[in-house]
């Protein structure tokens, strides 16, 4: 089975930027779509934006025109550029196929500063 590995959180002040990588053990074109899932303290996962083995993308409301996702299909990778970061963004970030068909990786922590 595929496996993702996420990575690129850390700590930034809000209005900061970081970008997250997704990379998967294997193909992820059969898929046909991956996305970004994150979950908050006492909170439930959440979807955060989806992207399509062609390129087509969208995203929850509260993230449009802040977070940009990306894939390198060569590189089994799927990128998470997220600029204008504020407190509430403040999660544990996933990766996994759109109908989450993957067993979900560790997670990389994104924390935001007021």
Not at 6 to 31: D, H, N, P
Not at 51 to 56: A, F, L, N, P
Request: charged share 15%.
């Amino acid at each position: 089975q595929v496996h993702v590995v996420e990575s690129g959180g850390g700590l930034v002040q809000a209005g900061g930027s970081l970008r997250l990588s997704c990379t998967a053990s294997g193909s992820i074109i059969s898929f046909g779509a991956m996305g970004w899932y994150r979950q908050a303290p006492g909170k439930q996962r959440e979807w955060v934006a989806g992207i399509t083995i062609r390129g087509s993308t969208n995203y929850v409301d509260s993230v449009k025109g802040r977070f940009t996702i990306s894939i390198d299909d060569a590189k089994r990778t799927v990128y998470l550029q997220m600029n204008s970061l504020k407190p509430e963004d403040t999660a544990v970030y996933y990766c996994n196929t759109k109908n989450v068909a993957l067993s979900w990786g560790q997670g990389t922590q994104v924390t935001v500063s007021s």
